[in-house]
């Protein structure tokens, strides 16, 4: 079992700044690969960003690209999504998930590739 908890979300106005965390305990936080998701009402749960478990390569959904940055230290067991030029459409509970080191290629964007989830944080962009 991985417990993940996430924390940093907030009310933050449009153009502005969050960094989340993700904070992983119960087994080696390197035999796992790293994900954000995020859902917002009425929605489909979401690819964000992905981080294999060395921090060596990273994925980005389209949207988000060049404004969020997903990091991991695997010394504290933590992933980090930094959230920069913030939009209204960036509304959402933000999860992080935990898959197989073993993942490659497109399976790090499936929701259905992450065994274990966080709780989520709420992030609110208001305009």
């Known amino acids: 079992q991985v417990q993940l908890v996430e924390s940093g979300g907030g009310l933050v106005q449009v153009g502005g700044s969050l960094r989340l965390s993700c904070a992983a305990s119960g087994r080696t936080f390197t035999n796992y690969a790293m994900g954000w998701f995020r859902q917002a009402p009425g929605k489909e749960r979401e690819f964000v960003a992905a981080i294999d478990w060395s921090g060596a390569t990273t994925y980005y959904a389209d949207s988000v690209k060049g404004r969020f940055t997903i990091s991991r230290d695997n010394a504290k067991n933590t992933v980090y999504l930094q959230m920069n030029s913030l939009k209204p459409e960036d509304t959402a509970v933000y999860y992080c998930?935990?898959?197989?080191?073993?993942?490659?290629?497109?399976?790090?964007?499936?929701?259905?590739?992450?065994?274990?989830w966080g709780q989520g944080t709420q992030v609110t962009v208001s305009s």
């Open positions: 998930a935990a898959g197989s080191k073993f993942l490659s290629g497109n399976n790090f964007y499936q929701t259905r590739s992450y065994r274990y």
